[in-house]
């Protein structure tokens, strides 16, 4: 299908997603060094040494930091688009 970006950036999106959400359940610019299961939950060791613990995880990032964190291979072949911005 065809390929659409918000005029706002990618990030737009996030912030949208985010405004549905309970304030305080996202975190945005929080560099992320590992994630683990434990318990039935998620583990997030932040850069900041700081660990969290969720339900759920939104990995936004590019592929290759997404394949790291999450321990799995996604493809990685690039394909082409081109954004056209309407005023």
């Known amino acids: 299908g065809d390929t659409v970006l918000p005029l706002e950036g990618i990030e737009a999106v996030a912030r949208g997603v985010a405004q549905g959400i309970t304030a305080g359940s996202v975190r945005t610019h929080a560099p992320v060094d590992s994630l683990s299961r434990a318990g039935g ?45 309407f005023e």
């Not at 995880?57 to 688009?81: H, P, Q, W, Y």
């Open 41 to 85: 939950k998620w583990q997030i060791h932040l850069r900041s040494s700081e660990l969290l613990e969720a339900e759920v995880v939104v990995i936004a990032t590019d592929v290759a930091t997404a394949s790291n964190l999450a321990r799995a291979k996604f493809d990685t072949e690039m394909f082409g688009s081109t954004c056209l911005y």
